[in-house]
């Protein structure tokens, strides 16, 4: 019997798409909602996604005091 609404692969799926801003709000980078709206808009594109994920993973400005 088929399911109606979103399954667990569809939501694997998704959460697949959003690692980079996932990734980049976990770390606190200082420009996650930019690497978010990317990951958004861009992240269909494998470059997008992968510039996205890359971006999240440089290291935040330090926090300043």
């Not at 979103?6 to 976990?26: D, N, R």
């Not at 606190?28 to 958004?40: M, P, R, Y």
């Amino acid at each position: 019997m088929p399911s109606s609404g979103f399954g667990l692969i569809e939501t694997a799926m998704l959460a697949a798409y959003f690692i980079p801003a996932i990734v980049a709000s976990t770390r606190k980078h200082h420009n996650a909602v930019a690497i978010g709206v990317l990951n958004l808009f861009l992240g269909w594109t494998i470059l997008g996604w992968i510039g996205a994920l890359i971006w999240a993973c440089t290291n935040p400005r330090p926090s300043t005091p």
